[in-house]
């Protein structure tokens, strides 16, 4: 069965500390991935896409992430987080085929910043 | 450019009452989609739609539950009637196809 698991539920980190949120994802084919981030009162907003090609990839807000296949992961990482960070963030994989653009969300891990 | 827009942002209604949810995707996309968002549940898919067909209805929790997309710059969610577990943030998406899709802002529903 296709599923995305976030293990950690909530994630506190120092502002200016680095942070990296986990991701792994069980799928049958090759996934296509993404993480967006939901700020309170919004709706989620793409951070970056992990579609093919480079396996390091670069988002918005200076995020990245990096799928590592024979790991089924594609943690989220930034070298120094802001208190702006401050969100809920969720890892979703999914695949082109011929009728959808179906994506499968993970359960969210939200991020509090301290001081 | 204009995101994903959602009408209304919030509703509160008495259960037994209909509730409609609107949303107008950005222009040119083929894909909507509908999820609901709770604590319990967290984000779940509703129903799709791919050039104004629905093509994977098998989110939507009961009959009380209806989508419809009559052209594609339109789309609703209608819940008759309405309970107070269908309280939720009610989102849309849209995208083309292979690309992410874009959310719009949500509806807030809050059945009493």
């Known amino acids: 069965a296709q599923s995305v698991t976030q293990p950690d539920i909530h994630i506190t980190v120092s502002e200016g500390a680095s942070l990296e949120l986990r991701c792994n994802y069980s799928?049958?084919?090759?996934?296509?991935l993404f993480w967006y981030v939901q700020s309170p009162g919004q709706g989620l907003q793409l951070l970056l896409k992990?579609?093919?090609?480079?396996?390091l990839v670069q988002g918005i807000k200076g995020f990245e992430a990096e799928f590592k296949r024979s790991q089924s992961s594609f943690n989220l990482r930034k070298p120094s987080v802001h208190w702006s960070d401050a969100a809920e963030y969720f890892c979703?994989?999914?695949?082109?085929?011929?009728?959808?653009?179906?994506?499968?969300f993970g359960s969210g891990t939200r991020l509090s910043i301290r001081p | 450019d204009a995101g994903v827009i959602q009408s209304p942002r919030h509703e509160v209604t008495e259960m037994g009452q209909e509730v409609t949810l609107r949303c107008k995707p950005i222009?040119?996309?083929?894909?909507l989609f509908w999820y609901r968002q709770t604590m319990m549940r967290g984000l779940e898919l509703l129903i799709y739609f791919n050039n104004n067909v629905p093509i994977d209805d098998s989110g939507m929790p009961e009959d009380r539950f209806s989508a419809k997309m009559p052209n594609a710059s339109f789309s609703t969610l209608k819940i008759q009637p309405s309970e107070p577990r269908d309280s939720a943030v009610y989102f849309c998406?849209?995208?083309?196809?292979?690309?992410?899709?874009?959310f719009g802002d949500g509806t807030r529903l809050s059945i009493l």
């Open positions: 799928y049958g084919a090759t996934p296509y």
């Open positions: 979703a994989v999914g695949a082109v085929y011929s009728s959808a653009s179906k994506i499968i």
């Open positions: 992990y579609f093919s090609g480079d396996t």
């Open positions: 998406a849209s995208c083309s196809s292979n690309q992410p899709q874009h």
């Open positions: 222009s040119g996309h083929d894909y």
